[in-house]
Structure formats: structure tokens, C-alpha cells
């Protein structure tokens, strides 16, 4: 079975919803992860899963540290 792809746009929504929760800018982020398409959303909840972790725990560690590893 092929690995779920994430597409070039939605990496660039995640990105930016990563970057306006490092900033502590929730609407802005919430409206990045809205542009994130169904399938790439199943490859991005699937690559996050590989690593152990969600999107919710990325974002909360993102917010918390500042975009900076902890």
C-alpha cells in the first residue's frame, strides 16, 4: 500500500499554522490548518503517528516552547 502523500500546498499551510502558534496567534493558525486538504491530512496524521505523537501535541509543544525544540 503507497504511503499517504502530503501535498506541496498543505506542507505550507502546516508550516504557517506551526508558525502562528509559535507566535501565540491560535486564529491565524487554526485558519492555516483549514486549507489543509482530506488526503494530506491523512498523511500528515500518518507521519505524525510513525513519530509517536499528533497534531495537538505538536501544536501545544510548538506554542509552549516558542517554535524552538524543547
Not at 506541496?8 to 492555516?32: F, G, K, Y
Not at 503517528?49 to 497534531?55: C, R, S
Amino acid at each position: 500500500m503507497a504511503q499517504p502523500v502530503i501535498r506541496p500546498l498543505a506542507a505550507v499551510h502546516l508550516r504557517e499554522a506551526l508558525t502562528a502558534a509559535a507566535d501565540h496567534q491560535p486564529a491565524a493558525a487554526l485558519a492555516a490548518l483549514m486549507h489543509i486538504d482530506h488526503d494530506s491530512w491523512q498523511a500528515i496524521t500518518h507521519r505524525l503517528a510513525l513519530l509517536g505523537t499528533d497534531l495537538l501535541d505538536v501544536l501545544a509543544t510548538t506554542t509552549a516552547n516558542g517554535g524552538t525544540t524543547p
